[in-house]
């Protein structure tokens, strides 16, 4: 089991980016992005069940970044709009087996290997 996380990049603040991951190796029941500024704990952004049926997102984030996935060739993405510098961050996409939403790091077996985002004022 794989998760690849790519799609990070410089931005200025207002700009917009597309962080993808893709998974190999099986099936998940649900996925989500995490994120961990310098000095800080790794914090939730969002998460989505597999289908996409039901989806959760940070107060932080909500509006702004959406969550979704292509079955096609079973990539998640984390569409980031009106960004902040606070936003600036190593980006973590995540998985795991239940098909219950979970917004804790704890509850995440499969994790990417981190894509940095950084936005300037």
């Known amino acids: 089991v794989q998760l690849q996380a790519s799609g990070g990049g410089l931005v200025q603040a207002g700009g917009s980016l597309r962080l993808h991951c893709t998974a190999s190796?099986?099936?998940?029941?649900?996925y989500g992005w995490f994120r961990q500024a310098p000095g800080k704990e790794r914090e939730f952004v969002a998460a989505?069940?597999?289908?996409?049926?039901?989806?959760t997102y940070a107060d932080s984030v909500k509006g702004r970044f959406t969550i979704s996935r292509d079955n096609r060739n079973n990539t998640m993405y984390l569409r980031m709009t009106s960004l902040k510098p606070e936003d600036t961050a190593v980006y973590y996409c995540?998985?795991?087996?239940?098909?219950?939403?979970?917004?804790?790091?704890?509850?995440?077996?499969?994790w990417g290997q981190g894509t940095q985002v950084t936005v300037s004022s």
């Open positions: 995540a998985a795991r087996l239940s098909n219950l939403l979970a917004v804790s790091r704890d509850q995440y077996a499969y």
């Open positions: 190796g099986r099936t998940f029941g649900t």
């Open positions: 989505s069940t597999w289908r996409g049926d039901r989806k």
